[in-house]
């Protein structure tokens, strides 16, 4: 239900670009930092981490020279701007010289853990109470849109909502090398039923179920406007949708489905997730993930500089080989996979199944 939402998305060749679109937004911290450094970007910039274990906090130097921001997100005229889907108007400009220092310090002070904080305490709850409540309230709204047919989006959201559905088409693709009348799925984290209801429409028989009521609802009645209007031969029904977060799903399916629903949780919890939804599954586990890499671990580390409201959840990026190990351990391998890259939302999709069937 949530995609990264930061890259870089222009280039500019003066300091007076960077005046007109990005001073009156950005703190003082920022403004101070980066805008009297303004020059040329050359070969030497350079940003790194110092391991994969610390993915989870990463740090960013100037220093160490192991992989070249300039690759992807820095343009070649001597100014990048990067903007968050927070703010539309919020942009930064990072350049040579001291502005490398900058953008190091920047990113490693940075703290949405003390949004984090404050959220789950306005709450009451933990974590998962979060993530129910910003999916009910304000993540109900921003969500319902993007996976909606309405004009009423930004062009970042315009990107997720197709990049979303390139992976519904995969996942689909993947289901209907075999016939899907009366086989059993179940939709684990099924938002708005972006999943829920092409399944139904192809006749299976589906159990959908999100720990958002309002999500829920909302794909109840999408379903059921779908399924009227169904002009195709097959025999259909309307998917039974619960509220439920995936920790309570019990059951037995031919097919489980659990699509960008792991960027909510840690990986010390992901990998017990990963093996519970095998356990449901008697022939196949479909999952896709935001896939940790150094690039989209940088990407999601700037984004973290400017939450914006609509950005509330925490997002953790997955391992491939860490959901592998977990379904390794408990008896499963990935038959196939897919890659899913736009400008703003990056999803790997596996399709996983029982040893004794690959």
Known sequence: MAAMAAAAVCTASSTAALTQCGHREASAALRSSFCPALGSLNSNLRVGVSSRSARGSLQVTAALPIVELAAQALGGDGLAVIESDGFSGLQFAVAS???????AAALSLADPEKRRQKQAEETGGDEKAVVRNYFNTQGFERWRRIYGETDDVNSVQLDIRQGHAQTVEKVMRFLKDRPLEGVTICDAGCGTGSLSIPLALEGAEVYASDISSAMVDEAAKRAEAALKSNANDKPTQVPKFEARDLESISGKYD????????????????????????????????????????????????????????????????????????????????????????????????????????
């Open 97 to 103: 010289g001291g502005a490398i220092a900058a953008l």
């Open 255 to 358: 097919t489980v489905a659990c699509l960008d629903v792991l960027i909510h949780y840690p990986q010390d919890k992901a990998g017990g997730m990963v093996q519970h939804l095998a356990s449901l599954a008697e022939n196949r586990l479909i999952l896709s993930f935001a896939p940790y890499t150094l690039y989209y671990a940088v990407l999601k580390r700037i984004g973290e500089l400017f939450p914006g409201p609509s950005k509330a959840t925490r997002a953790y990026l997955h391992a491939e080989e860490d959901v592998e190990a977990a379904l390794k351990e408990v008896g499963w391998v990935v038959k196939r996979k897919e890659m899913t890259g736009t400008k703003f939302y990056f999803s790997r999709l596996l399709e996983c199944v029982p040893v004794s069937k690959a």
